[in-house]
């Protein structure tokens, strides 16, 4: 489909930094490509100082410093200090491993504006099968706890899945025991290894609405005693009937630096068969205002029907691409998400396996180096024979 390239007018306000694909976690939903391990480069400080400078003067205001696991980056303090200098609102996310209170303080002297600290569980069983450290836990409450020692908003983030939405009220009970401000609940979307465990992974209809009636009930109680803590639920795309708009607008709002230098609108869209340019070969301002991917899916007038004629699709705006292109091979379908989309019955069966299937949590295949080179093989064997 050839779509014209009309420069954009708006600046992406936020950035996300991914500095490395390495981590010292094994979770089975991560949102990293299955192919990792192939990412040999990843930039060095200057590079990304350079990316951080181009976005603040496009407009950029936000900045995440992502991953994998940011904290591996032995610069990381320098990055901060040099994003917040130019005036950015930085955000680092963490699964809190390798952090500590020294690091914490050197990042609040760097100016780090805000610390999110990602959970699996609510016990510290089910937290080392699906995390793989057998520390985690632990390690994963005392900087939850030092970080609001060091005056920052406590933000818990928790991924709900199949394997610990039954716990949802002993996670609720640990982050309001920790004093949590902002709890995210975000029960599993299905990219990068969460699509490859998708089988195992999807919450029965019965545990979402379980999820949910929960929530709601301690949402309730927080209010009655006048404490803090915020509960955000994420429902799942495979529970809906109408799709999200993707990320605010497909090039409208979010810009992705991947560790090697790729420019993405999103995390996933590596997997979409785009060109997507790299920071080594444009600058910025060039690969968001001109780049075919990023234009590609700008506006309406890129759909396929039933989205053209469809008089909600200034609201979704055909719903996630990514998404789209993994359960129909054609980026410009409609997400199957959509009870309109022709494919929407793969989401509705997707719904009914999980019930009739009991899934073992040994089923997963975990994120980590050896599996991920697995699949580089097989990907490339099979682009061998074609």
Same mark, same amino acid.
């Given at each position: 489909?050839?779509?014209?390239?009309? +420069?954009?007018? @708006?600046?992406?306000?936020?950035?996300?930094?991914?500095?490395?694909?390495?981590?010292?976690?094994?979770?089975?939903?991560?949102?990293?490509?299955? =192919?990792?391990?192939?990412?040999?480069?990843?930039?060095?400080?200057?590079?990304?100082?350079?990316?951080?400078?181009?976005?603040?003067?496009?407009?950029?205001?936000?900045?995440?410093?992502?991953?994998?696991?940011?904290?591996?980056?032995?610069?990381?303090?320098?990055?901060?200090?040099?994003?917040?200098?130019?005036?950015?609102?930085?955000?680092?996310?963490?699964?809190?491993?390798?952090?500590?209170?020294?690091?914490?303080?050197? $990042?609040?002297?760097?100016?780090?504006? %805000?610390?999110?600290?990602?959970?699996?569980?609510?016990?510290?069983?089910?937290?080392?099968?699906?995390?793989?450290?057998?520390?985690?836990?632990?390690?994963?409450?005392?900087?939850?706890?030092?970080?609001?020692?060091?005056?920052?908003?406590?933000?818990?983030? $928790?991924?709900?899945?199949? $394997?610990?939405?039954?716990?949802?009220?002993?996670?609720?009970?640990?982050?309001?025991?920790?004093?949590?401000?902002?709890?995210?609940?975000?029960?599993?979307?299905?990219?990068?290894?969460?699509?490859?465990?998708?089988?195992?992974?999807?919450?029965?209809?019965?545990?979402?609405?379980?999820?949910?009636?929960?929530?709601?009930?301690?949402?309730?109680?927080?209010?009655?005693?006048?404490?803090?803590?915020?509960?955000?639920?994420?429902?799942?795309?495979?529970?809906?009937?109408?799709?999200?708009?993707?990320?605010?607008?497909?090039?409208?709002?979010?810009?992705?630096?991947?560790?090697?230098?790729?420019?993405?609108?999103?995390?996933?869209?590596?997997?979409?068969?785009?060109?997507?340019?790299?920071?080594?070969?444009?600058?910025?301002?060039?690969?968001?205002?001109?780049?075919?991917?990023?234009?590609?899916?700008?506006?309406?007038?890129?759909?396929?029907?039933? /989205?053209?004629?469809?008089?909600?699709?200034?609201?979704?705006?055909?719903? /996630?691409? /990514?998404?789209?292109?993994?359960?129909? @091979?054609?980026?410009?379908?409609?997400?199957?998400?959509?009870?309109?989309?022709?494919?929407? %019955?793969?989401?509705?069966?997707?719904?009914?396996?999980?019930? /009739?299937?009991?899934?073992?949590? !040994? =089923?997963?295949?975990?994120?980590? +180096?050896?599996?991920? @080179?697995?699949?580089?093989?097989?990907? !490339?064997?099979?682009?061998?024979?074609?």
């Amino acid at each position: 489909m050839n779509i014209p390239v009309s +420069p954009q007018s @708006k600046p992406p306000l936020w950035l996300l930094a991914e500095l490395t694909y390495r981590c010292p976690l094994q979770c089975a939903y991560c949102s990293n490509p299955l =192919d990792y391990a192939a990412v040999k480069q990843e930039l060095s400080t200057d590079e990304w100082k350079d990316v951080f400078r181009q976005a603040r003067a496009m407009g950029s205001v936000q900045l995440g410093f992502s991953g994998g696991e940011p904290l591996l980056r032995q610069d990381l303090s320098e990055l901060i200090k040099y994003a917040h200098e130019l005036g950015f609102y930085t955000n680092l996310i963490t699964s809190g491993i390798g952090l500590t209170e020294q690091k914490i303080a050197e $990042f609040s002297e760097a100016g780090l504006d %805000h610390i999110q600290i990602s959970f699996q569980a609510s016990d510290p069983a089910l937290s080392e099968i699906l995390s793989g450290s057998r520390k985690a836990f632990q390690q994963k409450q005392d900087m939850a706890l030092a970080v609001k020692k060091h005056r920052y908003p406590m933000v818990l983030n $928790f991924v709900i899945h199949r $394997f610990n939405i039954e716990q949802i009220d002993q996670i609720i009970e640990l982050s309001l025991e920790l004093n949590a401000d902002y709890v995210e609940l975000a029960t599993c979307q299905f990219y990068g290894w969460a699509k490859l465990n998708q089988a195992a992974l999807l919450p029965t209809t019965e545990q979402i609405s379980y999820a949910q009636a929960r929530v709601q009930a301690y949402r309730q109680y927080i209010d009655q005693h006048h404490l803090k803590t915020k509960l955000l639920l994420v429902a799942p795309d495979y529970y809906q009937e109408r799709p999200k708009k993707c990320i605010g607008g497909w090039g409208q709002i979010f810009i992705t630096v991947s560790p090697d230098g790729t420019v993405l609108p999103c995390q996933s869209a590596k997997d979409l068969p785009l060109d997507f340019p790299t920071i080594q070969d444009q600058s910025l301002k060039t690969i968001w205002n001109e780049a075919f991917a990023f234009n590609a899916f700008r506006g309406t007038d890129w759909m396929q029907e039933p /989205c053209r004629s469809c008089p909600d699709k200034d609201k979704d705006l055909g719903g /996630c691409r /990514c998404q789209a292109y993994m359960l129909t @091979k054609n980026m410009y379908a409609t997400d199957p998400v959509c009870s309109k989309s022709p494919e929407h %019955h793969q989401i509705v069966e997707a719904r009914l396996q999980t019930q /009739c299937s009991k899934p073992d949590i !040994s =089923d997963l295949k975990l994120r980590n +180096p050896q599996n991920s @080179k697995l699949f580089f093989k097989r990907a !490339s064997d099979a682009d061998s024979l074609l």
